[in-house]
């Protein structure tokens, strides 16, 4: 990635910042996952066995050559959720990295979110952007208490 970035490309995804991975400092790496489906046997086969095979992780980038500085978010209520939603009673938590490149903890209480939005952001997984992100309250140190917009 740094090589790629000493060379003048800028990045598409996942990042939304063109600078070192944050990831690297957690000696981690950013995930990402591919929807798949499966003909009705191989379906029933990973039921049998209890495998869940419609999620698979992969880690991809996408990195297009530029002429000038790529533009940045710079409104910042856009972030690339790097793990979640983990479920806990009446909240769900996320990992995220912003366009700064700093990686936080978004917590969301589940009683903000009619049944139908909270089906909607269950959905979202890592690799995919949280917008119009709105900080509530600075709960410690990088976490947040969030109220997450229309997607």
């Known amino acids: 990635r740094t090589h790629i970035l000493a060379r003048g490309y800028g990045v598409h995804f996942p990042c939304l910042q063109h600078q070192s991975c944050s990831m690297k400092k957690e000696d981690n790496w950013c995930h990402q996952y591919l929807h798949l489906r499966f003909p009705s046997s191989v379906e029933r086969l990973t039921q049998m066995v209890s495998l869940k095979r419609q999620h698979s992780a992969v880690i991809f980038h996408v990195y297009e050559r530029v002429s000038s ?6 409104l910042g209520k856009r972030f690339r959720i790097v793990r ?21 903890w978004f917590e969301s ?5 009619s049944k139908d ?27 947040y208490r969030v109220l997450i917009g229309e997607l």
Do not use: F, M
Request: proline share 5%.
């Open 109 to 113: 209480l589940t009683r903000q979110y």
């Open 69 to 74: 500085k790529v533009s940045v978010d710079v």
């Open 84 to 104: 979640g939603p983990e479920q806990n009673k009446g909240s769900w938590t996320w990992q995220v990295c912003n366009a700064s490149g700093e990686l936080l």
């Open 117 to 143: 939005r909270l089906k909607e952001l269950e959905l979202k997984v890592p690799g995919e952007i949280l917008a119009e992100v709105q900080i509530q309250k600075e709960l410690k140190p990088h976490t």
